[in-house]
């Protein structure tokens, strides 16, 4: 992981691990362009924030099936997942 810190309670450097593997799958199929984590909390409220941009001519099934997968990390996680999908030229 790119440095980010090991002091963090473990679901939140899973979460992390696991919200950077569907940005990478989700640039290797075109649909995000460049992406990064800014942040990640352990306390108050433990979670993963980002951005991510993509082109504005992914369909948008495609930016509700990553915002679902995100979802779903938080459900299972039970932490806050923030990555903000930015259209981008």
Not at 51 to 58: K, P, Q, S
């Amino acid at each position: 992981m790119r440095g980010m810190p090991t002091t963090l309670p473990p679901k939140v450097l899973e979460a992390a691990r696991r919200v950077e593997a569907l940005l990478e799958e989700a640039k290797a199929r075109g649909v995000v362009r460049a992406w990064s984590l800014r942040h990640l909390s352990g306390e108050p409220l433990p979670g993963v924030e980002g951005i991510a941009f993509y082109g504005r001519e992914v369909p948008q099934e495609e930016i509700d099936r990553l915002e679902e997968a995100f979802l779903d990390l938080e459900d299972d996680l039970d932490l806050g997942v923030a990555v903000i999908l930015v259209p981008h030229d």
